[in-house]
């Protein structure tokens, strides 16, 4: 009797454990591949009438991906965007984070920069997201996060360089979550953490690791309709889902193997739930549909 029960609980647990891999692959369909000419493209980013930008920074252009296919070049005016790594659509506007030059622009469809906006402590912006009436920075060189008002004048700064929760090595992209959270890749502490806009109560999403579930080298991070965490992995290829509170949701796959793309870096996900992925190696957008 206990034999047949011992038996009996571990097809069960099998059984369970099989059906946990199966959720584990979220099936994901190919829509498009863009090539425009890239060159190391870093960064995308959408707004509300379904046109797509994607930062070709090394190309010193933004290139637009119109809702109806249509691509367009940004050349930026009397400036450069040489080298800049983030690109944000905030309150109806185009806004780059140019990393080496310590500052952020606005920048019209024509190209034009309509303002600049100059960074305090020698900040190296990584990427900007809204945050209400504020502006929200990631600082690769002094390993912090920094918070403007609606002034563009700076509220303050958080973090050190560190591994403990709440310090950073290389922050980099940024997403804005539920309940008022700031989603943050720590690159190198190869984590992504959420946190309050004031840098409080962290919740630690995706930990280090290679396997499913684990992240490596954090790159683009995005939220789906479920409010699902989508994570891009500079390093193994893999996009993974998580829940805000830290669960892993899964990992985007297709004809039943695991995507594994070229050293994806931003991501983006549209109103119809299609993720748009920069593959910085390959210099190229994929568009995938989750299902």
């Known amino acids: ?22 959720a584990q692959d ?8 863009i090539e425009a000419d890239f060159n190391f493209p870093t960064d995308i ?18 290139v637009q991906i119109k809702a109806g296919g249509e691509l367009v070049i940004i050349k930026p005016q009397q400036e450069s965007i040489y080298k800049a790594v983030g690109i944000a659509w905030i309150n109806g506007a185009l806004w780059i984070a140019d990393t080496p030059r310590s500052r952020l622009l606005r920048m019209e469809m024509s190209g034009r920069i309509s303002q600049v906006i100059k960074l305090n402590h020698q900040t190296e912006p990584v990427d900007v997201i809204g945050d209400g009436e504020n502006l929200v920075i990631t600082d ?4 912090t996060v920094t918070v403007l008002d609606k002034d563009f004048v700076e509220k303050y700064y958080w973090g050190k360089r560190g591994e403990k929760v709440g310090e950073f090595i290389n922050p980099g992209f940024l997403a804005s979550g539920p309940e008022n959270r700031i989603i943050i890749g720590d690159i190198l502490n190869r984590r992504v953490v959420s946190f309050s806009p004031s840098g409080r109560y962290p919740q630690i999403i995706a930990k280090p690791g ?23 992995d500079g390093y193994t290829g893999a996009i993974q889902a998580f829940s805000i509170s830290g669960n892993y949701e899964g990992i985007a796959s297709n004809a039943g193997k695991s995507l594994a793309l070229s050293a994806p870096m931003g991501i983006y996900i549209d109103k119809q739930d299609r993720l748009w992925v920069v593959e910085s190696f ?3 957008i994929s568009v995938w549909r989750i299902k």
């Open 1 to 22: 009797m206990r034999a047949k029960y011992l038996l009996l609980l571990i097809l069960t647990t099998c059984f369970c454990m099989v059906q946990g891999l199966i």
């Open 26 to 33: 979220i099936n994901f369909a190919a829509v498009r591949v």
């Open 45 to 62: 980013c959408g707004n509300d009438g379904g046109d797509v930008f994607v930062l070709d920074a090394m190309n010193d252009r933004v």
């Open 140 to 143: 690769r060189r002094n390993h």
């Open 210 to 232: 290679v396997e499913k579930g684990q992240i490596f080298r954090p790159k683009g991070v995005a939220l789906d309709s479920k409010n699902r965490v989508w994570v891009a």
């Open 282 to 284: 390959a210099s190229k």
